[in-house]
DNA sequence: ACGCGAATGTAAGCGGCGCTTAAATATCGT
DNA sequence: ACGATATTTAAGCGCCGCTTACATTCGCGT
């Protein structure tokens, strides 16, 4: 790893690189202990500093789990964005199961951070480019997907804004479910959560299409890519 | 109200209802401060007892806080019941529009105090008999009129647990949105948002109908009750 | 090469927290 | 009336977020 020696180990006066060990050490905590769990006493513990040395970097605990949020928001853009760019199609419906396939993934994969990056009383969104400017970055992509799926005539009737919140609830909510360990009460064991959700999502997207056959096979075919 | 006298002015030693007062005393910190901000000794400030005082009730944190969704649960129940009671036709959409609009209610009069009957790694859910038993309620209710709308003819092909999980996961999904901040980035105005919710939801509804138009007009009936 | 301000870290400490324990006080069944 | 039981207090442990005062190092201009 390109992390630094612990505390006793240490052998500079200087870290060199703490905020990015904190954030380290702390999306691990998140993911050991959840978000309640974390403590920035412990991070710097992990980190291998003193317990001032954090609030150089990070003036508030807060501040700390914004920046594990905007982690997290990163690598949920950067996987949603890697799930489109390997796709050899270009259908609405193709490209809208390739970006849930891998908003759930991310989330299955990172329960407890998906909800850092989602509980916003407990971190700075506003404040935060990357958080609000990823956000919206992503609902832009979507947007223009549902655009042109209704340009091209592939969409049911109906207002594009209604359409475009409902489903990105539905998709928020199904991952909220999984995070939230609501899934338990359903029957479905965390090893077929993936998969309820995507197919949740890929039977209401089809039902979206003016040809609900057309899309399924469309989005069957970007399955496999 | 029927809360006793504070600290400095009780008049007896034993409290006589200190669990009710640190329940009540709990909701109201949660609306106030958030879930993270309560805190048990708060609560017994409050209560006007000692710090040590509300352990003989809750041996633990967490289970004020079980208490305190358990309160929750209880209200948003009632409130979906009630929502139920005061319908006068027994039209299937009609119903789950209905739960829609008091299950949505509730949330937006109580954000806070619904994210705390949500997040489950928070709560003791499982080793609870109200929240687990009130939730099963309610999926069994749900259940069943989506098997009557099956068995009427009314409801589009499909498999009816996935239907039944996409409407929750849809409902879910939006009432944690508005709760978690969501709706700001969409332009939806707190005062607004509830609408929005039914709306989305109503013609999510209106989309499992095999008469979309009739689905709808029994919905819009059902407004008025 | 070096000297000095800015940046980064340590050490100590404040008040508040969850939780435990021992003792004091009230209630209740018999 | 009284002893068993339940409720509450008081004191304290270790940890927390955060602040302040001070030590060490870095980097830049000359």
């Known amino acids: 790893m390109t992390s630094p020696e612990t505390a006793s180990t240490r052998a500079t006066y200087h870290h060199g690189a703490l905020r990015e060990a904190l954030i380290a050490a702390t999306v691990a905590l998140v993911e050991e202990r959840g978000a309640e769990g974390v403590t920035v006493r412990e991070a710097a513990r992990r980190a291998g500093v003193s317990s001032g040395a954090p609030f150089r970097h990070f003036p508030t605990r807060m501040a700390l789990m914004t920046a594990v949020a905007e ?3 990163r690598k949920l853009a950067e996987a949603v964005d890697a799930g489109l760019a390997g796709l050899a199609t270009d259908d609405p419906f193709a490209r809208l199961a390739a970006i849930g396939r891998a908003y759930f993934g991310w989330a299955v994969a990172n329960p407890t951070h998906y909800r850092v990056v989602g509980d916003r009383p407990g971190i700075d969104f506003e404040g935060s480019e990357i958080l609000s400017g990823r956000a919206a970055a ?3 992509e979507m947007g223009a997907i549902f655009a042109e799926a209704r340009a ?3 969409l049911r009737d109906g207002d594009l804004d209604l ?3 409902q489903a990105r609830a539905l998709a928020y909510g199904l991952a909220r479910m999984h995070v939230d360990a609501h899934l338990k009460e359903w029957a479905i064991p965390p090893e077929r959560a993936q998969a309820a959700m995507q197919a949740v999502m890929e039977d209401y997207l089809a039902g979206l299409a003016r040809d609900p056959a057309a899309a399924r096979a469309a989005m069957r075919r970007s399955a496999q890519a």
Chains 1, 2 share one sequence.
Request: hydrophobic share 50%; charged share 25%.
């Open 71 to 73: 982690e997290g928001m």
């Open 163 to 165: 359409i475009h919140l």
């Open 138 to 140: 992503i609902r832009a």
């Open 152 to 154: 091209s005539d592939l």
